[in-house]
Every structure is written in C-alpha cells, then in structure tokens.
C-alpha cells in the first residue's frame, strides 16, 4: 500500500506563495488518483484539488482556482501544490491523498491512504 509524507509547510504573509510536495514510498504511484485536501480546527476535510494518474485531468475547488496549481511527477513518485495569491484563509492543515482508481473524486472519502498533513498559515 502506498504511503504518503507531504513537505513544504510554513508561514507566509498573504499574497505570497508555497510549494506542497507530496512523496509515495511503497505501491504503484503511477496508477493511482492524488488529492489534496485542507481542514481547519473544528470544521470538516475540505477538498483542494485532485490530478488523475496521467496528469491530464485536474479538478479544483472553486476557493482556489486560478490561484493553485496541482501537478505530479510520476518518475518521482510525488505530486505537488503550488499556492500563489495566499490568502489569510487558506490557513489550515493540507493533507494530501491517494485513491486507487483512475476516476478522479472530490470526496475525502473517496481516498484510502493519507499522509500526516503539513500547516499552512497565512498571515493577514
């Protein structure tokens, strides 16, 4: 089974940008959908954006489009964020995940395997 560790976390003032990077150890990561997700103390997992196994096909939550940019390399076995245009609530924990399948899903419950989660914070 795949496992996942999700790097690149940190604090920026608003309008700046990070980089989320998600590494698979373990597994076929070539094959498998990747999500990123994001949830806040108190409230429920929040979908960010998901890639199809190809790279081809991407989705967004609407929060976020335009501004994030979800890619993978599969010879690295990793898949990254890149977050521009930070906002004070874009602050939350970003999980990211695997789904083994080739139909790309937005639910968190779609996904089987996530990582530990990395904090974002954005300051006003």
């Known amino acids: 089974q795949v496992q996942l560790a999700e790097s690149g976390g940190g604090f920026v003032q608003a309008g700046g940008s990070l980089r989320l990077s998600c590494a698979a150890s373990r597994g076929t990561f070539s094959t498998i959908v990747m999500g990123w997700f994001r949830q806040v103390p108190g409230k429920e997992r929040d979908f960010v954006a998901a890639i199809s196994w190809t790279g081809g096909t991407t989705y967004y939550a609407d929060s976020v489009k335009g501004r994030f940019t979800v890619s993978r390399d599969n010879a690295k076995n990793t898949v990254y964020l890149q977050m521009n245009s930070l906002k004070p609530e874009d602050t939350a924990v970003y999980y990211c995940?695997?789904?083994?399948?080739?139909?790309?899903?937005?639910?968190?419950?779609?996904?089987?395997?996530w990582g530990q989660g990395t904090q974002v914070t954005v300051s006003s």
């Open positions: 995940a695997a789904r083994q399948s080739v139909r790309v899903a937005t639910s968190p419950h779609d996904y089987g395997t």
